[in-house]
């Protein structure tokens, strides 16, 4: 299903997350404990109140078209860069290609090698002009004291703002992650507790490139809010993922219809994975980050969020 409609916003109900880990199956289920009582709201209209009210998700609002142009330029430099380190040689090939034909010539780089975290994630310079987009205006004046955070699970802190994008060539399902709530990643980390911390997490989406209703982001509507069982799969090196498949889900996953320069806001919790087909033409281009928002701010505005990570 494609969503291309605003959500609505509906006055949202406290949840309260519980952690319950099977030690021996290595599955952890997530209860949602319902308070009757309803959470007191004060702003009931920002992108805030429909991330984290029923919806867990808002795509309102976007980058002015002068803004997109220049993190196009911005990825664009991040792109060269990496393949400069590998394949110094192809550079000029893969300029003239564009980063949204990258999929055309693919094939002449190690992908996996070359596309890592660290290879995907911006400088302190570039990070530095995205910050002056006028999405973060609207942060800054909600949440004076919100941070872009630095965790880059499961490899630590990079001790600086974190903002990574991501390549999905068409068609092809090992570019995309599985299907996941962010927190998980957390969640599968030895030593981590399931505590009420002082920050709460907004998730940043912004597409650079895409096909609309073809590639882009896809959720399970109300996945915030409810139960999903997944398991802790070790991947090696003392690493774990979580993982949660397709038919364990209630209800199907929907796909928005995104034009390039939304800025897709959603919940830590919310259940999501990137959408992907062999219909797409052209390789899709993304980047994303998470928000640290002082728990205290975000519930004087809109009440008790429960555990909400």
């Known amino acids: 299903m494609v969503l291309s409609g605003k959500p609505q916003y509906l006055p949202k109900s406290c949840y309260y997350p519980i952690m319950l880990i099977n030690s021996a199956s290595g599955n952890i289920k997530l209860n949602l404990a319902f308070n009757s009582s309803e959470a007191p709201l004060t702003g009931l209209r920002g992108p805030m109140a429909k991330v984290y009210g029923n919806e867990g998700i808002c795509f309102d609002i976007g980058l002015r078209p002068d803004e997109l142009d220049k993190l196009r330029g911005i990825v664009t430099d991040s792109w060269l860069a990496a393949i400069a380190k590998v394949e110094p040689d192809l550079v000029d090939r893969f300029r003239e290609l564009g980063i949204e034909n990258y999929h055309q010539l693919s094939h002449l780089l190690d992908h996996p090698r070359v596309w890592t975290t660290h290879a995907r994630t911006f400088e302190s310079a570039q990070v530095d002009v995205i910050r002056t987009f006028s999405i973060f205006d609207l942060l800054k004046a909600e949440f004076p004291d919100y941070k872009i955070s630095s965790a880059m699970p499961p490899y630590g802190d990079l001790q600086r703002p974190r903002i990574n ?96 320069g939304t800025a897709v806001m959603f919940n830590y919790n919310l259940v999501h994975r990137g959408a992907n087909s062999s219909r797409a033409t052209r390789t899709r281009v993304s980047t994303e980050l998470a928000i640290n928002l002082p728990r205290r701010d975000l519930e004087a505005r809109y009440g008790n969020i429960g555990l909400f990570h």
């Open 165 to 260: 994008w991501r390549l999905v060539r068409p068609g092809d399902s090992t570019d995309i992650g599985p299907i996941h709530a962010d927190y998980w990643f957390d969640a599968v980390l030895d030593g981590w507790q399931n505590e009420r911390g002082p920050n709460v997490k907004l998730k940043i989406w912004i597409p650079i490139f895409l096909e609309e209703g073809t590639t882009g982001f896809a959720y399970v509507p109300g996945s915030h809010l409810r139960d999903y069982p997944f398991r802790r799969v070790h991947v090696g090196d003392g690493n774990f993922k979580p993982d949660l498949q397709e038919s364990d889900l209630d209800r199907p996953l929907q796909t928005l219809l995104t034009p390039p």
